[in-house]
């Protein structure tokens, strides 16, 4: 098969109540602009809305944006909702105003890669598109 | 053995089965082929395919949004493949139709698939036909393809329906902008949306006149509704009108014909996207003077001369 370099599809979404979605939408846009097709699903959404789409547009990761604290319990809730889906191999990052003791905890719950408001953008995109080859390349 | 694994998936309906395969003829996989050579035909005959385009803003996520509402009552299983352009500088996309039908995100029975145009010369027409057979093979029985109205592409994708909508709304520029932005002769449904907002009126005027011109039997003119999206008004009259398209369309062959003009666009596109490397390929290699008119070194390439 001839091995063409593949668009790599993502979701970025935000969970809960927060509608701050500067965030999100800058995410979004620094990803379209290196190749990735990229499904917004916008604001107030729940963990498993957020997944079913995932499952029907078939991401290979999700992107969470949280500015408003509730990361700890909307970040793993996603994680939760996918394996619930049977979507459990399709990855979660997620970013925004998090504090440094919040991310050993996320990554413990299941997060592939957190990002704060430090993060050089080329840092997230590399993880996104690191996080989409290993899931390709999972896929059976 | 793994396409008869996606084809036990679409016929049970499965989430992941139906979006894998999309994917798969997304990537021009082989297994794509295998795929569609296996669907249930009967169901893709049976299927409704809605076309809804427009310019941007004049509200086609949300009046689909409100049409897959009204399907659903019914009782029907719906199908959206929503399609936004590609940059064509990086190659990506910001694909945010979902945003409007947010709400059926946890109806099992209504399919949302975002598709990126990936800026092909062929291929995306046959990406959104595969995309429409599998949609109705999953048991949708209305399929609704959503884009923007402008360029070539889109208006070719809009031709793979049995029904086509062209939305438009006020204060987006004069009826010329309305002309340029849709081609209101292909649509069979003209639709003035934000009918609540100043200037609807003599919108719906000016499409009033261009479905006249259209000239034709009373029946086979195109139908002018108004619609307030964002509230739901006008909804009832579209699927009337819908539904006297597709019956008009059922008793004339129109529907039959529209059908096999589609598959041939498909088949096409394809060729196209097939055909394009070896040109390109061709004139990598092709020693030539860049000299004189392109059109008659384009015939000597292709020994037309």
Redo the contacts between chains.
């Keep these: 098969?001839p091995e063409?370099k593949?668009?790599h599809?993502v979701l970025i979404g935000k969970p809960g109540l927060d509608g701050h979605d500067r965030g999100a939408k800058f995410i979004?846009?620094a990803?379209?602009?290196?190749?990735?097709?990229?499904?917004?699903?916008?604001i107030r959404?729940t963990p498993?809305?957020i997944a079913?789409?995932a499952?029907?547009?078939?991401v290979s990761a999700v992107g969470l944006s949280s500015l408003s604290g509730a990361h700890l319990r909307l970040f793993p809730a996603v994680v939760q909702a996918l394996k619930n889906?049977?979507?459990g191999d399709i990855p979660v990052l997620g970013g925004g105003i998090i504090p440094d003791e919040d991310i050993g905890p996320l990554k413990d719950a299941g997060i592939n890669a957190v990002f704060t408001p430090g993060t050089p953008v080329t840092q997230i995109i590399a993880a996104f598109r690191s996080a989409c080859e290993t899931q390709e390349a999972g896929?059976? | 053995m793994k396409s008869e694994h996606i084809l036990k998936g679409l016929r049970d309906r499965d989430q992941r089965g139906i979006a894998r395969a999309i994917s798969l003829v997304e990537e021009n996989d082989p297994l794509a082929d295998e795929i569609l050579s296996s669907l249930d035909d009967s169901l893709v005959d049976q299927a409704m395919v809605l076309g809804i385009t427009g310019p941007p803003g004049a509200g086609k996520s949300t009046l689909t949004d409100r049409i897959i509402s009204k399907y659903r009552s019914q009782g029907r299983r719906v199908g959206v493949i929503a399609v936004d352009p590609s940059s064509p500088i990086s190659g990506g996309a910001i694909l945010g139709d979902r945003i409007r039908m947010m709400g059926h995100a946890l109806d099992k029975d209504v399919v949302v698939r975002s598709m990126a145009t990936r800026g092909r010369l062929g291929g995306l027409c046959a990406a959104a036909g595969a995309a429409v057979r599998i949609l109705a093979s999953s048991g949708c029985s209305v399929i609704i393809i959503e884009t923007v109205g402008v360029g070539q592409s889109e208006m070719d994708i809009i031709r793979l329906a049995d029904i086509t909508a062209l939305v438009l709304a006020p204060g987006l520029g004069d009826d010329i902008q309305a002309m340029k932005a849709g081609l209101p002769e292909v649509a069979d449904i003209l639709i003035v949306n934000k009918a609540d907002c100043a200037g609807a009126d003599t919108l719906a005027m000016d499409m009033e006149s261009i479905a006249r011109e259209g000239g034709g039997k009373e029946k086979d003119k195109a139908k002018v509704c108004m619609t307030v999206a964002s509230e739901g008004k006008g909804i009832d009259d579209l699927l009337a009108a819908i539904e006297t398209v597709d019956a008009s369309h059922r008793e004339s062959g129109e529907r039959r014909t529209r059908r096999e003009k589609a598959y041939d666009l498909e088949v096409l596109d394809w060729a196209l996207e097939m055909i394009k490397p070896l040109i390109i390929e061709k004139i990598e290699k092709w020693d030539h003077d860049r000299k004189g008119a392109p059109r008659l070194q384009a015939a000597k390439l292709l020994g037309q001369e």
């Design positions: 098969m063409q593949r668009t599809r979004a846009r990803l379209r602009d290196a190749g990735f097709e990229v499904v917004y699903t916008g959404r498993e809305e079913a789409a499952v029907q547009e078939d889906a049977g979507a896929r059976t």
